[in-house]
Nanobody
Framework: QVQLAESGGGMVQAGGSLSLSCAAS????????MAWFRQTPGKERDTVAQ????????TYADSVKGRFTLSKGDARGTITLQMNSLKPEDTAVYYC??????????????WGQGTQVTVSS
């Protein structure tokens, strides 16, 4: 089992910045990849950014490229999403996720509780 604890988020004006952090605990050695997703009411949960734990570069949704940066921490299972130039359309509940297998085939099987990000115009 893997547990995910998110921190960060909150409210910011358009053009501002926020940072989201996620720390995994439990069987962190099983983690293959981690990601941030976001969801607004009535819509599906969408991938924001993801990264494989061994090798490769982060990948981003087109809507956040050039504004968001996903990085891995020194401790296994820790990631940070730096969000700059925030827009009102970035307002959502953001979820940290971890996959213990290749997520393109098996999906993400562990999820955090979600943290609200609100961007005012």
């Amino acid at each position: 089992q893997v547990q995910l604890a998110e921190s960060g988020g909150g409210m910011v004006q358009a053009g501002g910045s926020l940072s989201l952090s996620c720390a995994a605990s439990g069987r962190t050695s099983d983690i293959y990849a981690m990601a941030w997703f976001r969801q607004t009411p009535g819509k599906e949960r969408d991938t924001v950014a993801q990264i494989a734990w061994y090798g490769g570069s982060p990948t981003y949704a087109d809507s956040v490229k050039g504004r968001f940066t996903l990085s891995k921490g020194d401790a296994r299972g820790t990631i940070t999403l730096q969000m700059n130039s925030l827009k009102p359309e970035d307002t959502a509940v953001y979820y940290c996720a971890a996959a213990t297998f290749e997520p393109s085939t098996s999906g993400y099987n562990y999820w955090g509780q979600g943290t609200q990000v609100t961007v005012s115009s």
